[in-house]
C-alpha cells in the first residue's frame, strides 16, 4: 500500500548547502524527493518555501535566475511555491512565558 507523503523543501538551505557552487543548480525537487523515500512513498505535494532573491552589486542577476527557476519548478503539478521573507538581521522576541534567556 503506498504510503502518501508531503515533501516541504527550505528553498535558501537547500540552495546554500546543496548546489550552489555545483552544476546542480536547476534540480528537480520532485525527482530528488522520489530517490531519497522509499519506492513504497507516493509523492503528494512539494512545498517549496523560499525569499525573493535580491540583486547585488557583483550579482545583478540573481533575481532573473531564481525567476527562471521557480517557473520551471511550478510546471511540475506536485510543486507549489510560498514566499516569505529573508532577514539580514536577527530579530530578538521575548519568550512566551517572560523569562529571560542567557
Known amino acids: 500500500m503506498p504510503i502518501a507523503t508531503n515533501v516541504y523543501v ?8 546543496g548546489v550552489k557552487g555545483t552544476p546542480f543548480k536547476w534540480l528537480n525537487i520532485v525527482e530528488m524527493s522520489r530517490r531519497l523515500l522509499r519506492s513504497n512513498h507516493m509523492i503528494n505535494r512539494v512545498r517549496y518555501f523560499t525569499a525573493r532573491a535580491t540583486p547585488r552589486p557583483n550579482n545583478l542577476a ?5 525567476t527562471a527557476y521557480l517557473r520551471a519548478l511550478e510546471t511540475l503539478p506536485e510543486v507549489s511555491v510560498h514566499f516569505g521573507m529573508f532577514l539580514t538581521n536577527p530579530a530578538t522576541l521575548p519568550l512566551a512565558d517572560g523569562m529571560p534567556t542567557s
Open 10 to 17: 527550505d528553498g535558501f538551505n537547500l540552495y546554500y548547502g
Open 62 to 66: 540573481v533575481t532573473e535566475r531564481q
